[in-house]
């Protein structure tokens, strides 16, 4: 119902509560419910510093998740969990309310005028924010499901993820979701994410280590485009490439791009290897799937 009442009768009002209203204290605002009130559709959350400052500066902050997930909230950078936490008093919710810290506020007196705001919303909760890992299991299962097995396996069925699709189903930021992609050893090739699959990659490493017999090359000069063209045959060139770069690092010797193997890689290769061709274990991705991002 909207409020008629008077300059006088709310200063009468106030006086009757025993309350001194001071020159330039600030305007009268009268409260009445919306006859939209809609409590449905707001909900408060408490932001933390580092996301008031990436809003602030225009960084994008994206709520995350899937109908059957709980919401997380992501920057850039870090990934926040959503709690609901109850408050002892109902809060109402006022977009024109104006307060001690607006410019103008003391600039009015409580004679001048009354101000009739509607509430639009009361609210008994609110969401508390607190940084947590990112969310990976989905990520793990969307790359098996796409694992690369080489040309003459690629079914124009099988739906692959680009960056944005990946974005769009796993509970991650940007910057974590790409050193996760780093760590699990996914490569872009066309514009989506893969990754190799097991027997593939031991069929494509195990080339290499035998061109590295065959042409007497050390291992701490491997060149790449040697391997591209004596491989090609049996390999793309992007797979080639891609076992160099996860296994050694790149190096430049005269302008040809080479790269030194890393022997602690490859033997916790080979091991993967091994335990993955016993039956035990065949089929199982556990043991990749712990690996520091569990």
């Known amino acids: 119902m909207q409020s ?31 006859p939209a009130l809609n409590s449905v559709d707001y909900r408060l959350v408490e932001l933390p510093p580092q996301l008031q400052d990436a809003l602030q500066t225009g960084e994008k902050v994206v709520f995350r998740g899937d109908e059957q997930d709980e919401a997380v909230l ?26 001690p810290e607006d410019g103008s506020f003391k600039l009015q007196s409580p004679e001048d005028a009354v101000e009739r705001l509607d509430v639009c919303a009361s609210v008994s909760s609110y969401y508390e924010l607190r940084p947590c ?4 299991t989905k990520l793990k299962q969307m790359l098996k499901l796409t694992a690369y097995r080489g040309p003459e396996a690629e079914n124009d069925h099988v739906k692959l993820y680009s960056l944005e699709d990946l974005l769009g189903s ?21 514009g989506k994410w893969r990754v190799l ?32 063209a004596l491989l090609e045959e049996l390999y793309p060139s992007f797979v080639i490439k891609h076992c160099l770069e996860v296994y050694g690092n790149k190096c430049l010797g005269e302008g040809i791009a080479t790269y030194t193997g890393d022997e602690a890689l490859a033997c916790i290769l080979y ?24």
Request: glycine share 4%.
């Open 74 to 99: 992501c920057s850039q950078t870090e990934t926040h969990e959503m709690k609901v936490v109850d408050l002892s008093n109902t809060m109402l919710l006022c977009p024109r309310l104006s307060t």
């Open 133 to 136: 890992r990112p969310r990976l």
């Open 170 to 190: 796993v509970q991650a930021s940007e910057d974590e979701l790409l050193t996760a992609l780093q760590h699990l050893g996914a490569f872009e090739t066309n």
């Open 271 to 294: 091991v993967v290897f091994v335990l993955f061709g016993t039956p035990l274990v065949r089929g199982s991705t556990e043991l990749l799937d712990d690996k520091e991002f569990g």
């Open 197 to 228: 699959d097991i027997q593939y990659e031991e069929a494509v490493f195990l080339s290499i280590l035998n061109l590295l017999d065959e042409k007497m090359w050390s291992y701490e000069s491997v060149p790449l485009l040697e391997c591209y």
């Open 4 to 34: 008629d009442r008077s300059v006088d009768e709310v200063l009468s009002t106030a006086k009757l509560a025993g309350l001194k209203l001071k020159p330039n204290a600030g305007p009268v605002q009268v409260l009445k419910f919306s």
